[in-house]
């Protein structure tokens, strides 16, 4: 019976494997995905990265058999080569801003996972209200992305309770937020093709620094649009609250250059003197400052888009990253200036709609697309490509000398030893020399003082000495005791000597580490110290 009991579970769970298999979808090949105005349906379109400059060069491959809201912040990850989306669609609870925004993963052929719920940092302030507390953050499933198997996107929070308490406390009183009410984070998710269901909370989480003029006047352009919105919308504070958060301004999308890591966006805000008939915008750039806690938002060049005035739904560069696409809500293409951040409309790209658009909830105009578009994906490439690597035992202690071929958004390296070449320990760690990008060889070097290393390096352990006597469990307690002693005192012959001892004829194995400017971690391969 219990065999019978075990074929049968076994059989379900290949069952359940199969039916969840997803087709990668093809490198080099941009994504959109699309919902057509007031369509049910999600469709997938492919484009090659050789034709992106295309508009017409659009091609649909599969339906996606689902009807959430919304479809946004979409990116194709390079390792498990399929899509990631964040799905929004209200799980009845409006006034929970936490819980109506999913991950999802999403094959080729149209087949899709729902990984959950896309997590906030927590930093959004509690609002009380008649008896309970909800913490005002959101996740702007406008906007996000795939780079190195990580998924990033923003969230918004509420900074300071004190205008909100008052409107919650009034409930006439109309909410009247600015940019400094609010913070905006860039928030990351790793590991995402192992996931089978997303963590309670972000791997890790920075500031949108948005302190420059241009970048923090839009963003308040943006605040505004949210308070009409909040204004203008009847019933309790939770539904006005939930209609503001689906405000159609604000970053639209992310994209990371796939040389130098800085992430861009897209901000989207009313137009300043037409009421917000009409929407403008304008790409930023943004990079980890200094202390590696905030990306700082810089525009890119200086112009502000008029055309088109609808909304942008997707942004993705091509490969090379020399070249970054634009699709607009109006069914427009183009392509950003990376130099002067104008717009070149391309082209109405052949991306179906039926003509029956989705309404601005501030204007009345009307929008085609619903959706978003991702970077291609071509070869794997390691933020650090290692050259030779070396590890010499010598008199002064333990010298690794390694090169790098190259370098993108690496920040520092590792060194890390072991006895058994499986558990390493760290000994020291050594900066980059690249400034972010390097196409050429760097060499480095660097000499770990005897005294840093771990002990196990520089001694035979106990469980070998007890191997070494042929004691193995046998051993007393009185033995053992014994041969720590022993041990301890070979340990201070050892730091006495003019050469360094390795016990007897133990090998030292020896990795580096490579950390991004992100925290991400790859390592070299594993090399055996020389003594000298």
Not at 109 to 126: A, C, I, R
Not at 467 to 490: E, H, N, Q
Request: glycine share 8%.
């Amino acid at each position: 019976m219990k065999k019978i009991e075990f074929i049968i579970s076994l059989f379900s769970i290949l069952i359940s494997a199969f039916c969840v298999a997803q087709i990668p979808f093809p490198a080099e090949t941009a994504v959109v995905v699309s919902k057509a105005g007031s369509n049910s349906h999600y469709t997938l379109y492919t484009i090659p990265n050789a034709g992106m400059e295309n508009a017409l060069g659009f091609t649909s491959c599969a339906t996606v058999d689902f009807s959430p809201h919304e479809v946004n912040g979409v990116g194709l990850n390079n390792v498990d080569k399929l899509l990631y989306s964040a799905v929004y669609s209200d799980n009845g609870t409006p006034e929970n801003l936490t819980d109506d925004v999913h991950l999802y993963r999403i094959g080729a052929d149209g087949t899709y996972q729902d990984l959950g719920v896309l997590p906030v940092t927590g930093e959004g302030k509690n609002v009380s209200d008649r008896g309970y507390k909800v913490k005002v953050e959101y996740v702007n499933f406008l906007a996000g992305t795939v780079y190195n198997d990580k998924y990033i996107y923003f969230t918004i929070a509420l900074s300071h309770l004190g205008k909100m308490e008052s409107v919650i406390a009034s409930r006439k009183k109309l909410l009247d937020l600015d940019a400094d009410d609010i913070t905006i984070y860039v928030a990351e998710i790793d590991n995402i093709s192992s996931l089978t269901s997303t963590p309670a909370a972000p791997s890790r989480y920075y500031k949108l620094d948005i302190s420059n003029a241009r970048v923090k006047a839009a963003v308040n352009a943006f605040v505004q649009s949210f308070n009409d919105n909040y204004n203008n919308t009847p019933g309790n504070w939770g539904d006005k609250l939930y209609s503001a958060s689906r405000t159609e301004s604000g970053f639209h999308d992310i994209d990371v250059h796939p040389e130098t890591g800085l992430l861009y966006s897209y901000i989207n805000y009313p137009h300043p003197t037409l009421g917000g008939e009409d929407m403008v915008g304008f790409p930023i750039a943004a990079n980890l400052n200094a202390s590696r806690k905030a990306y700082i938002a810089n525009p890119v060049g200086t112009i502000t888009n008029e055309v088109p005035s609808s909304p942008l739904v997707g942004l993705a560069f091509n490969i090379a990253g020399n070249h970054l696409y634009a699709l607009f809500a109006s069914g427009e293409y183009g392509e950003i200036d990376l130099t002067t951040g104008g717009v070149n409309i391309l082209d109405v790209s052949n991306i179906h709609n039926d003509g029956m658009g989705l309404m601005n909830m501030r204007s009345g105009a009307e929008y085609t697309l619903l959706g978003d578009m991702a970077r291609p994906f071509g070869d794997i490439v390691n933020p650090v490509q290692f050259g030779t690597i070396q590890a010499l035992l010598a008199k002064e202690g333990l010298i690794v000398n390694w090169q790098t071929l190259s370098e993108v958004n690496n920040h520092h390296f590792d060194i890390e030893v072991s006895v058994d070449g499986k558990h390493f320990t760290k000994v020291a760690t050594v900066l980059s020399k690249a400034q972010l990008v390097s196409n050429t060889p760097l060499d480095y070097t660097h000499t770990i003082d005897r005294s840093a290393l771990p002990l196990g390096v520089l001694s035979v352990s106990v469980l070998g000495l007890m191997s070494l006597a042929g004691l193995g469990r046998r051993v007393s307690k009185w033995g053992v005791a014994m041969m720590i002693a022993l041990t301890g005192m070979g340990l201070y012959a050892c730091s006495k000597s003019d050469v360094v001892n390795t016990g007897t004829d133990k090998t030292i194995y020896v990795r580096i580490a490579q950390v991004d400017i992100d925290g991400t971690t790859t390592y070299s391969k594993v090399i055996k110290a020389v003594k000298s």
